[in-house]
């Protein structure tokens, strides 16, 4: 039941993630990813929450499948990150480059301290 379970998050999460980066880029044209930046961000976050929940024992392992490990692995996209940030760099979009690692870093440790906290 497990994979079935990690199958199902991944499907909504990537899914989501497409329509996110897809939004995004009608709302903001811009080299930066922000689709990407935002998923991120998100996911992040979830996952703080669900690490909080689990620190208390309230999560079910069929929960983890479903959100932390199907849905947060689905939304977000370290090779999406990856790729763009080399684009960017070869792009000669460096300053572009460097501010996406940066601020994907740092977002995204914050949004999951946060969620970790908010759930704690």
């Known amino acids: 039941m497990t994979p079935v379970l990690v199958a199902l998050g991944g499907a909504a999460g990537s899914i989501l993630r497409y329509l996110t980066d897809w ?3 009608q709302w903001r ?12 961000i998100v996911g992040s976050f979830v996952l703080g929450i ?3 929940w689990l620190l208390h024992g309230a999560e079910p392992s069929s929960v983890r499948a479903l959100v932390a490990v199907g849905f947060c692995g689905g939304l977000t996209t370290f090779s999406t990150f990856g790729y763009e940030t080399v684009r960017l760099f070869s792009e000669k979009a460096r300053l572009y480059a460097v501010l996406n690692v940066v601020v994907t870093v740092l977002a995204g440790l914050t949004a999951g301290a946060l969620g970790l906290w908010l759930a704690a």
């Open 23 to 25: 939004k995004i880029r």
């Open 29 to 40: 044209d811009s080299p930066f990813p922000f689709g990407t930046l935002a998923v991120n």
């Open 50 to 52: 669900l690490s909080g």
